[in-house]
Antibody, heavy 120, light 113 residues
Framework: EVQLVESGGGLVNPGGSLRLSCAASGFTFSDTWMSWVRQAPGKGLEWVGRIMRESEGEKTDYGAPVKGRFTISRDDPKNMVYLQMNSLTIEDTAVYYC???????????WGQGSLVTVSS | DIVMTQSPDSLAVSLGERATINCKSSQSVFYRPRNKNYLGWYQQKPGQPPKLLIYSATTRESGVPDRFSGSESGTDFTLTISSLQAEDVAVYYCHQYYTTPLTFGRGTRLEIK
């Protein structure tokens, strides 16, 4: 069974930083691309970015609102993916989902999400 | 960026009746090497993460009831629930995974009339 468990969310001041972690299990982690998707309170879904496999150089892509501020990384031996968020603004307040694609789409299985609140 | 235009924003349907949600992509999401549209549909219930219902525009994910179906015509896509059940109350999103940035429709809130 595919499981994705996010951690690291919480309250942070504007301009601050936070790192989210995602522990993956139930699939061959090193063979998959990993993504982050966020959802602001009461709003729709917004793709944050993704990281490809080590064999693909762990290439990353990001959505425009976070490019240059957020960084996705992975640790295949630990089956972990991370989202480092810097220079946070109020607009980054959202539930952040860790998502993986195992062959159907890029976003087949979702974690339960981790709430990040940016507020002074 | 590919814009996904979803309609309606909200929909109220009687139990047992048909519900139809539309989605239009601003450009083709057809991936020729696999002869598939890279279009998916998700269901999100309150307090839960999205759940994949349909991929490749028309293929039901394993375990999804057969009352859910997807159709395609060019850049127009439709999710149909043939006979609405109480547990289908949710927000539904279309999504293109053809190219980055991956994008979603704004969502359709489905309620019981």
């Amino acid at each position: 069974e595919v499981q994705l468990v996010e951690s690291g969310g919480g309250l942070v001041n504007p301009g601050g930083s936070l790192r989210l972690s995602c522990a993956a299990s139930g699939f061959t982690f090193s063979d998959t691309w990993m993504s982050w998707v966020r959802q602001a309170p009461g709003k729709g879904l917004e793709w944050v970015g993704r990281i490809m496999r080590e064999s693909e150089g762990e290439k990353t892509d990001y959505g425009a609102p976070v490019k240059g501020r957020f960084t996705i990384s992975r640790d295949d031996p630990k089956n972990m993916v991370y989202l480092q968020m810097n220079s946070l603004t109020i607009e980054d307040t959202a539930v952040y989902y860790c998502v993986t694609g195992v062959g159907l789409t890029d976003l087949d299985y979702w974690g339960q999400g981790s709430l990040v609140t940016v507020s002074s | 960026d590919i814009v996904m235009t979803q309609s309606p924003d909200s929909l109220a349907v009687s139990l047992g009746e048909r519900a139809t949600i539309n989605c239009k992509s601003s450009q083709s999401v057809f991936y020729r090497p696999r002869n598939k549209n890279y279009l998916g549909w998700y269901q999100q219930k309150p307090g839960q993460p999205p759940k994949l219902l349909i991929y490749s525009a028309t293929t039901r994910e394993s375990g999804v009831p057969d009352r859910f179906s997807g159709s395609e015509s060019g850049t127009d896509f439709t999710l149909t629930i043939s006979s609405l059940q109480a547990e289908d109350v949710a927000v539904y999103y279309c999504h293109q995974y053809y190219t980055t940035p991956l994008t979603f429709g704004r969502g359709t809130r489905l309620e019981i009339k």
